[in-house]
């Protein structure tokens, strides 16, 4: 297998991967705390880091990709699972999933904003039009929807975004899977300190599923499913492979249906088609040009 076919297969496998995360945390968030749920996966996943990065002898980030790694961790380590795990309180998971379709559009945006790529006017275009469907479908919802839950779902994507943007850009220097360790063991000690503050008195009500849940988002969300995304974009291109994220709604709305038994209306899927159809056009109307200056 070549490196291109290698890159789009290890990245359509933690496309997968990633689609079970909001079902996952929608099962640990009914009986976990929020924010235990996001320190102890964040804190689990850590731990199997830096495991790693001693077993295979990484060396030491240089001081000029702290910053990245800072920001990596603030939005894939801490803000996505705690904004999404916060909203899965308020709203289902495959009302959740309308928003990651907007996922792809974010990391250009944050592409375009941190790499100094010049994308045709017709991209914005796209842009505002997914980000009007978005809104649309949370409206029609009316206030049962939560609009506590779809702003905490945004402010996730948008998180999560500028994590992939800089995590890519940075996997180029340091590889793919160094990258979400290195933000992971960056993030540790806090994470750790966090968990024994909010870790509930007794686990004894806590379910299987819980557990389950939990073990899911620490070990595949939080760290192999980053392995195989990170590794595929650096092998296959961040661009090109980057589009497998358009499939993850669908995985998703699938899983949330299967799994968790919940409805998904024909305008969800409606709503979905369109959001891809938008991020599939801003993509393609999006110059990819290596940046003319280096990322921060």
């Not at 939005?75 to 928003?99: D, K, N, Q, R, Y």
């Not at 990391?107 to 790529?117: P, Q």
Request: glycine share 12%; hydrophobic share 55%; aromatic share 10%.
């Amino acid at each position: 297998m070549d490196k291109t076919a290698s890159g789009w297969m290890n990245g359509f496998i933690g496309v997968l991967i990633f689609s079970g995360s909001l079902p996952a945390t929608r099962v640990a968030v009914r009986e976990f705390d929020p924010t235990f749920l996001t320190s102890a996966r964040a804190a689990i996943a850590g731990l199997l880091g830096l495991a790693l990065l001693l077993l295979f002898r990484q060396k030491r980030p240089e001081r000029g990709d702290l910053l990245s790694l800072v920001i990596v961790a603030l939005g894939v380590v801490v803000g996505f699972p705690l904004l999404t795990a916060l909203a899965l309180e308020h709203v289902t998971t495959a009302h959740s999933i309308i928003f990651v379709g907007l996922l792809p559009l974010a990391t250009a945006i944050f592409g375009v904003l941190r790499g100094g790529d010049r994308p045709r006017p017709a991209f914005w275009l796209f842009s505002c039009i997914g980000s009007a469907l978005v809104a649309g479908f949370a409206l029609t919802q009316g206030v049962t929807a939560s609009p506590v839950g779809d702003g905490l779902m945004l402010a996730a994507i948008i998180a999560c975004g500028l994590g992939y943007a800089e995590g890519a850009a940075l996997s180029r220097r340091l590889g793919g899977w160094q990258v979400i360790c290195w933000a992971l063991v960056l993030s540790l000690p806090v994470m750790l300190v966090l968990t024994l503050m909010t870790m509930p008195p007794s686990f004894d009500g806590v379910g299987v599923s819980a557990w389950m849940g939990l073990a899911y988002v620490s070990l595949f969300s939080m760290l192999i499913g980053f392995v195989f995304w990170y590794r595929g974009l650096a092998q296959g291109g961040i661009a090109a492979v980057g589009q497998l994220q358009l499939l993850q709604p669908f995985f998703g709305l699938a899983l949330a249906a299967t799994l968790l038994h919940e409805q998904v209306s024909s305008l969800m899927v409606v709503v979905t088609l369109g959001v891809v159809l938008c991020v599939v056009g801003a993509k393609r109307f999006a110059k990819q040009e290596l940046p003319r200056r280096a990322i921060a």
